[in-house]
């Protein structure tokens, strides 16, 4: 019986990387191409901001929502909506011509994201053991960096894709044709889940309702969760900025330098997970934030992009070895039945943080100096780092439960 139910969990977990995957391939070429487009069709600079800032402000504040419907309503439902509404975003995008248009559709991709991404969290906390969260946090994380690298590849190939007609070349691929395929492969991920993906919410006769224990652990790993957030949102508008003035390479050259920071993101984290599984969530947290630390104070001086490429690589290392093992410290703290309202107020921190962050960030750079914002950056993970070193009280773990993964 136990074997059964452990081999679902693993068949559970399997079908919902794969969904994630294959969610996740035009992530990235969606973040690059949208200003590009957006500018073509004649949207001003503040209105391709809004572009993004539709999308960050409908995650903030419907987290805490979705979180408690998947106490209350279950995992499946959500996570299978997230998934629709991505599909039609997707769609959508492809014959998209009008800036209002755009915005109508980031704010749906806005509230798909909060379905599908709060609905994960939670699966994975329901069918994975405390022994095996973190490489389970992990493997999702590994699906979606996987996803985006795939659908990259797939969608460069298509746009640089001619063909020769009575002499003459023609692009293959468009805008409207790359977006097609995108919501064809979000469909399939749709399919897929409805299929094979089943309901996780644990049966038991706790109330879906009961209150999270807001002990003082939770409270600061929800603090440090937003501190730690915002911190590293500062450093994303005006890193590129930084390295071109910095290095004299354009847009181009740095996205090659970057590519290691994705392999990381695709190879690492599981196994990351593991260590968090086996030595503790608090030491691969302390880790994780003690060395990114020292890799901000070091960005400033980089004279080289070979340089940058592996420094960067090393601190999203760092952030990969953290990640996993926050996400399954959240599952820890919580019980079965408020993993959703508990993934719901950590990710809504996250976010909060994300829209903080980007701003403190611009004026510390403008107003005193390009360097600033990476020291700022590494003062506070090293400050949150003795923090959770002197404060983290880590529950003792528990044997797996029948039917979990361990």
Known sequence: MG??????????????????????MPFFVLDLLLPVYGKQIGASVVQIGLFFSAFSLMTVLLRPLVGWGLDRF????????????????????????????????????????????????????????????????????????RGSIAGTFLGFTLLNARISVNGQ??????????????????????????????????????????PICWSRTWVLLLL?????????????????????????????????????????WALLPSRLGKLADRFGRKPMMLLGLGAAAVSSFVIPSLGSIIAL?????????????GDPAEQALVADLTGSHQRGRAYGLYVMCNDLGAVIGPLGGTWLYQSFGRHVPFYANGVILALCALVLLRFLRVPVRKLPAHGQVS
Not at 9 to 17: D, N, Q, Y
Not at 232 to 259: D, N
Not at 311 to 316: D, R, Y
Request: hydrophobic share 50%; with cysteine.
């Open 3 to 24: 074997r059964t139910m452990q081999a679902t969990s693993v068949r559970t977990l399997g079908t919902l990387r794969r969904a994630i995957f294959l969610i996740s």
């Open 74 to 145: 279950g995992r499946r439902i959500f996570f299978i909506a997230g998934l629709g509404g991505y599909a039609i975003t997707m769609f959508s995008f492809a014959f998209i011509d009008q800036v209002w248009s755009i915005l109508l559709a980031r704010v749906f991709q806005g509230i798909s994201s909060s379905f599908m991404w709060l609905a994960a969290s939670a699966i994975t906390a329901d069918k994975a053991s405390e022994r095996g969260r973190g490489s389970a946090f992990g493997g999702i994380a590994e699906a979606s960096s």
């Open 169 to 210: 070349e023609t692009h293959l691929g468009t805008w409207t044709l790359l977006f097609v395929i995108y919501g064809a492969i979000n469909l399939s991920a749709l399919l897929l889940a409805l299929r094979r993906l089943p309901e996780t919410k644990p049966k038991s006769t706790q109330r879906e309702d009961e």
């Open 224 to 264: 440090v969760t937003l501190v730690t957030g915002a911190s590293v949102a500062m450093i994303s508008p005006v890193l590129i900025i930084f390295l071109q003035e910095r290095l004299g390479v354009g847009v181009e050259t740095l996205s090659w330098a970057f590519l290691p920071t994705g392999l990381v």
């Open 309 to 321: 490429a592996l420094l960067w690589a090393f601190q999203e290392a760092c952030y990969a070895a």
